[in-house]
């Protein structure tokens, strides 16, 4: 069996962070796959390498000399090949160099930062490098071509030995170099995961795993042993950022559990993310959320008896653009909750929207909501859950404005004032930590 290990930019910032990856790629024969990211900063002053590539490709569409920018890439990766004794370097950055002087575009100058690392650290591994441009395949409209990405990546990684693959990009049917979003290198190394029909995915960072709930908001909050993919989404869809959305798709599909761990403290347990867990031990696996909601209140009555009133609301909102988050409801109301950059300069045009097409007997829209998810798939085997949690919000005197639970009782939702969102978390998480 084989693991796939990838490993994010804090990780490879400088010669003694990949020093230390080696030190954990050598500990155990089954990390075999190495996905990797570009180096990340060093400290808060630092430039990330992915912005200064997109910076060189603008100055040479405006038709200004880059070479003073891409001296800051040069230097970095230079510094890091010198150190490690990889005298490749050296040409591999003068044909990026070449190449982005020629006027090549913003995808594959941006994609170099994985390109290069991945060479780097490859041949410092003495491993295989394995191009994501060969073996990433992207259809029309950027959308990923799974099944021919799968084939093609289980050819080039077939064998005996060491395999290194740069994150974040593939190409597109015409060729050209395509790039995921930001933090794509985690979907890369979910999908050689799934190419290579690994053990585990590791994803190695600067964190120990996921936490129970903020660090900013709580003072060293509880780390998540264990948390379910289902559980790992509402999560991560909260605000609870540790890895990339779209990287759980295909390890979820195949039933490959990801490990989440810290090159820094190799020895912390982190998390494991899998298909099922024993969910009675626990009430909850944590709480997060997010500001900059807004509700679209509509009130009209006998509105229950008005065949197609919600989906003409929604309609509305697809008509202009405009994707929602939750539309909880009464018998005579509904609100549907919105984000703010969503709705951004279209309030009055939704108004106007439904008012002429459904005569609401009052509409409005509230504003400076925050959104706050309770997340557990233990929460179905314990009696009082709702009670608890709007008990704890209470005792500190938080108003709820909306309140959201799905039938499979995953989760509760509760909508907050703005002002009053870091109070909640609190109250929340000293509430179920217990």
Same mark, same amino acid.
């Given at each position: 069996m084989s693991f796939v290990s990838k490993f994010g930019g804090t990780s490879l910032a400088d010669a003694d962070q990949i020093r230390k990856v080696a030190a954990i790629i050598h500990k155990d024969p089954r990390r075999r796959f190495i996905v990797v990211s570009a180096p990340g900063k060093r400290n808060s002053t630092d430039k990330k390498i992915t912005d200064l590539l997109y910076l060189c490709h603008s100055l040479v569409q405006q038709g200004i000399n880059s070479t003073y920018a891409f001296d800051v890439v040069r230097e970095r990766y230079m510094a890091i090949a010198d150190s490690l004794n990889v005298p490749e370097m050296f040409d591999w950055l003068r044909d990026v160099q070449l190449q982005i002087a020629a006027g090549a575009d913003r995808d594959w100058v941006a994609s170099r930062g994985e390109y290069l690392n991945a060479r780097l650290i490859a041949s410092y591994l003495g491993g295989t490098f394995v191009d994501a441009a060969e073996t990433v395949h992207f259809g029309p409209g950027g959308k990923l071509q799974a099944d021919e990405t799968y084939r093609s990546l289980a050819a080039h990684l077939s064998g005996n030995g060491l395999f290194v693959v740069p994150g974040f990009y593939g190409t597109d049917p015409n060729?050209?170099?395509?790039?995921?979003?930001?933090?794509?290198?985690?979907v890369t190394g979910a999908?050689?995961?799934?190419?290579?029909?690994?053990?585990?995915?590791?994803?190695w960072s600067d964190v120990s795993g996921l936490l129970m709930a903020d660090p900013r908001l709580i003072n060293n909050p509880r780390a998540i042993a264990e948390v379910t993919y289902r559980e790992q989404r509402e999560l991560s869809y909260m605000g609870a950022t540790v890895l990339h959305d779209e990287a759980v798709f295909p390890v979820r599909e195949a039933d490959i559990p990801i490990h989440i761990l810290n090159t820094n403290s190799p020895g912390d347990p982190g998390t494991m993310i899998v298909t099922r867990r024993d969910s009675t031990a626990s009430k909850i696996v944590g709480v997060a959320g997010r500001k900059g909601y807004s509700a679209i209140f509509t009130e009209k009555a006998m509105m229950n008896s008005e065949v197609g009133y919600g989906r003409r609301v929604l309609e509305i909102l697809e008509t202009r653009g405009i994707s929602y988050e939750h539309a909880p409801t009464s018998i005579d109301t509904l609100s549907v909750i919105v984000h703010d950059e969503e709705l951004a300069g279209k309030e009055s045009l939704v108004i106007h929207d439904i008012q002429n097409m459904l005569r609401p007997d009052r509409i409005e829209i509230i504003r400076d909501l925050a959104m706050i998810a309770t997340v557990g798939e233990g929460m179905i085997h314990k009696v009082g859950m709702a009670a608890i949690l709007f008990g704890a919000l209470s005792r500190v005197g938080i108003n709820v404005r909306?309140?959201?639970?799905?039938?499979?009782?995953?989760?509760?939702?509760?909508?907050? %004032?703005? !002002? +009053?969102?870091?109070?909640?978390?609190?109250?929340?998480?000293? %509430?179920? !930590? +217990?």
């Open positions: 060729g050209s170099v395509r790039c995921f979003s930001r933090g794509g290198s985690d999908i050689v995961a799934r190419a290579v029909r690994a053990e585990v995915y590791e994803n909306m309140i959201d639970q799905g039938a499979s009782e995953i989760n509760i939702i509760v909508g907050v %004032a703005s !002002a +009053d969102y870091e109070k909640s978390i609190v109250a929340l998480y000293e %509430a179920f !930590a +217990d």
